[in-house]
Structure formats: structure tokens, C-alpha cells
């Protein structure tokens, strides 16, 4: 049973969620308007990780007899001036997710409420491994530059990293 104040901040995050899918959406339709097919791959399964964790949410939500409330979304911004621009945003979008997934923690920790507490562990390890992935991006771009060929570069690096994603969900697809 969860208080209240819990299921709102469940439900604040669940819809925090399903904006960083709208984002990293139109995110990939940039880089793929821009002929950045690698990054628009990589961008969109992306997207489909975060309606994953959404959806986690959410089954968490039905599994406590909560119900689970989608509000209106925002829509992403659809212009960046580069694709440094770009993955600074994201960098930056997951750092405030960092930050929403610790208050969250904060409170479960306070009420206390350690089902929830227990649950959101593995939101505490994801967004560290976020952080890492797009700071490596971010590292990459600093490295390489994006003058002349470096983008075509940038765009195989992160084809690359989007192709052992795709492989490891087919692992795990056939590990169930
Ligand atoms: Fe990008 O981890 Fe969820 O939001």
C-alpha cells in the first residue's frame, strides 16, 4: 500500500519517462533529417528503453493497487543547432532524471517505504549507467570534433554502440 504522496510522485515520474521517449524520438528524426543514421538508430532504440522504463513504473503502480494517471505532454524541441548541442541535451536530461530518481529514493527513504526503496534500485543503477553512456558520447564528440569527416566518425562510433544494443537485447530475448 503506498502513501499518497508516493503515487503522485510515482505517477509524476512515470510521465517524466514517456517525455524522455517524445525527446529521444525526435532527437533520432533530427539525426536522421541530418543524414546521421547511426545516431538516429541508436536514438531510437533509445526511446524504446524509456517507455521500458516507463512501463516499469507503471507495472509497479498496478502490482500496489495504485492507479497509474498519463497526463498531457509537453512536445521535445525539434531544432539543435549541432549534434554536439544535441547529446549536451541529453547529458544534461539525464542528469535532472538523476535528480528526480534521488528525491524519489529520498522519499521512500523517509516515509519509510521500503518496497518502493528496494524498487527503485534498479532506477538508481540505470541512471548511472546513463550518465556514463552519454558522458562517453559526449567524450568522443570532444575528441574527435565534428569538423570534416569527424562526424561521419562520430556517426560509425555510435552506429557501432547501437548495433551491441541491438545484439544484446536479442540475447536477452532468447535467454527468457
Ligand atoms: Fe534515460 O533513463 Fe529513463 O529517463
Known amino acids: 500500500m503506498l502513501s499518497q ?8 515520474q512515470i ?3 514517456m517525455y524522455s521517449s517524445h525527446l529521444y524520438l525526435q532527437m533520432s528524426s533530427w539525426c536522421a533529417y541530418k543524414a546521421l543514421e547511426g545516431c538516429a538508430t541508436f536514438l531510437s532504440q533509445h526511446a524504446d528503453e524509456e ?3 516507463m512501463r516499469r513504473l507503471l507495472n509497479y503502480l498496478h502490482e500496489t493497487g495504485a492507479l497509474a494517471v498519463i497526463g498531457g505532454m509537453q512536445a521535445p524541441p525539434h531544432y ?6 544535441l547529446f549536451e541535451q541529453i547529458y544534461e536530461h539525464e542528469q535532472s532524471i538523476t535528480r528526480k530518481i534521488n528525491d ?6 523517509t516515509e519509510p517505504d521500503y518496497s518502493t526503496l528496494q524498487f ?12 556514463f553512456l552519454f558522458k562517453g558520447i559526449l567524450d568522443k564528440i570532444n575528441l574527435i570534433g565534428t569538423e570534416g569527416q569527424g562526424i561521419f566518425f562520430i556517426d560509425r562510433e555510435v552506429s557501432n554502440m547501437a548495433a551491441n544494443k541491438g545484439k544484446e537485447a536479442t540475447a536477452m530475448t532468447a535467454a527468457q
Open 5 to 12: 504522496a508516493m503515487i503522485d510522485r510515482l505517477n509524476e
Open 15 to 17: 510521465n517524466l519517462e
Open 51 to 53: 517507455m521500458m522504463h
Open 80 to 85: 539543435f543547432s549541432s549534434l554536439t548541442e
Open 104 to 109: 524519489l529514493v529520498h522519499l521512500a527513504n
Open 120 to 131: 527503485l534500485q534498479w532506477y538508481v543503477a540505470e541512471q548511472h549507467q546513463e550518465e
